[in-house]
C-alpha cells in the first residue's frame, strides 16, 4: 500500500537558517503530493501541493519539487522565522481522496 | 475560502457518555473524513465518507461510527466513550486530493 516517510524531528535552527525536511514515499502510479502545517493547538493548514512529476508548488517561502525518480517531496525554506515553527506533514493522494500522511517533522526556531 | 467547522475545541465527558462530534464544510465538497491526532502516533483515519448516507471504516472505527445525513455534514458519534479515545479529533473535506482540515475538537474522557 501506499506509504509516506519523513525525516525524524524534532528539528531545532536559528532564525534566518536554511530548512530542509526530507519527505519520500511508496506508491503505485501518480499520486498527488502535499505538505500540510500545523501550528499549535490547531488544525492542519495546507501549505503547498504538486500533482505531477517536476511540479514545483510554492507558498509563503516554503519550495517542494515532486521527484518521481527518488520517490520525494522535500520541503525547502531558505530563511527561516520563529513563525515558522510548526509541525509539518507531508502527504499523498489519489483520485478516489483519502490521503496519507507522514507522521510529522516538529519544527522549533530560536531567535 | 473553503471553512470546515468543528463544533467544540474542547469538551470534557464521562466515561460511558455518548458523544457526539459535528463537522461543517460550506464548500459542497463531497468528500469528508474524520481523523484522531495523538503524540508519537500521527494521524489515524476513524472513518471517511464519499457522499450523503454513504461511509468507509478507516484504520481504526472500533468503538466509533459517523453520520452523513446531509453533504455539508459529517459527524463522529463515539457509542460509549472511554478513557482510551482521549484525544485530538480532526475533521476534513476534499476536493480532489487536498484536504481542508477544522481547528479540532480536544476531546478529554474522564
Known amino acids: 500500500g501506499d506509504s509516506v516517510t519523513q525525516m525524524e524531528g524534532p528539528v531545532t535552527l536559528s532564525e534566518e537558517a536554511f530548512l530542509t525536511i526530507n519527505c519520500t514515499y511508496t506508491a503505485t502510479g501518480y499520486p498527488s503530493l502535499f505538505w500540510y502545517v500545523q501550528y499549535p493547538g490547531e488544525g492542519l493548514q495546507l501549505l503547498l501541493k504538486?500533482?505531477?512529476?517536476?511540479d514545483k508548488g510554492s507558498n509563503k517561502g516554503f519550495e517542494a519539487t515532486y521527484r518521481k525518480e527518488t520517490t520525494s517531496f522535500h520541503l525547502e525554506k531558505g530563511s527561516v522565522q520563529v513563525s515558522d515553527s510548526a509541525v509539518y506533514f507531508c502527504?499523498?493522494?489519489?483520485?478516489?481522496?483519502?490521503?496519507?500522511f507522514g507522521d510529522g517533522t516538529t519544527l522549533t526556531v530560536k531567535p | 475560502d473553503v471553512k470546515v467547522t468543528q463544533s467544540s475545541r474542547y469538551l470534557v465527558k464521562r466515561t460511558g457518555e455518548k458523544v457526539f462530534l459535528e463537522c461543517v464544510q460550506d464548500?459542497?465538497?463531497?468528500?469528508m473524513f474524520w481523523y484522531r491526532q495523538d503524540p508519537g502516533l500521527g494521524l489515524r483515519l476513524i472513518y471517511f465518507s464519499y457522499d450523503v448516507k454513504m461511509k468507509e471504516k478507516g484504520d481504526i472505527p472500533e468503538g466509533y461510527s459517523v453520520s452523513r445525513e446531509k453533504k455539508e455534514r459529517f459527524s463522529l458519534i463515539l457509542e460509549s466513550a472511554s478513557t482510551n479515545q482521549t484525544s485530538m479529533y480532526l475533521c476534513?473535506?476534499?476536493w480532489g486530493g487536498g484536504y481542508t482540515f477544522g481547528s479540532g475538537t480536544r476531546l478529554t474522557v474522564v
Open positions: 464548500m459542497d465538497h463531497e468528500n
Open positions: 476534513a473535506s476534499s
Open positions: 502527504a499523498l493522494s489519489r483520485l478516489a481522496g483519502k490521503s496519507t
Open positions: 504538486a500533482t505531477k512529476a517536476d
